[in-house]
């Protein structure tokens, strides 16, 4: 089954940290670029990081220096680890790739940054 199911959201205050993990099942995980996006309540989503098959990193400004994406591909996960949280960080985040040219979304996790 093809799949990616994120986990590690939650509630955390300003200042705070959370990692969150993307695992992925039926994918050729190792040649795929990853990426996490967010959507906040009435905005569009946007993209906060991506990283490339071979581990370059690309991040949003919002988020550079604060955040940080890795991959494993021994367990076909990526991550976000996300640092100094800020409650504008507060956003439902997905991560994505690109299966056979459409993209292939997680279910989403719902990330709280109290003030």
């Known amino acids: 089954q093809v799949q990616l199911v994120e986990s590690g959201g939650g509630l955390v205050q300003a200042g705070g940290s959370l990692r969150l993990s993307c695992a992925t099942s039926g994918i050729i995980f190792y040649i795929n670029a990853m990426g996490w996006y967010r959507q906040a309540p009435g905005k569009q989503r946007e993209l906060v990081a991506v990283?490339?098959?071979?581990?370059?990193?690309n991040y949003a400004d919002s988020v550079k220096g604060r955040f940080t994406i890795s991959r494993d591909n021994t367990r076909n996960t990526v991550y976000l680890q996300m640092n100094s949280l800020k409650p504008e960080d507060t956003a439902v985040y997905s991560c994505?790739?690109?299966?056979?040219?459409?993209?292939?979304w997680g279910q989403g996790t719902q990330d709280t940054v109290s003030s």
């Open positions: 990283i490339s098959s071979g581990g370059t990193t």
């Open positions: 994505d790739t690109r299966y056979y040219g459409d993209d292939l």
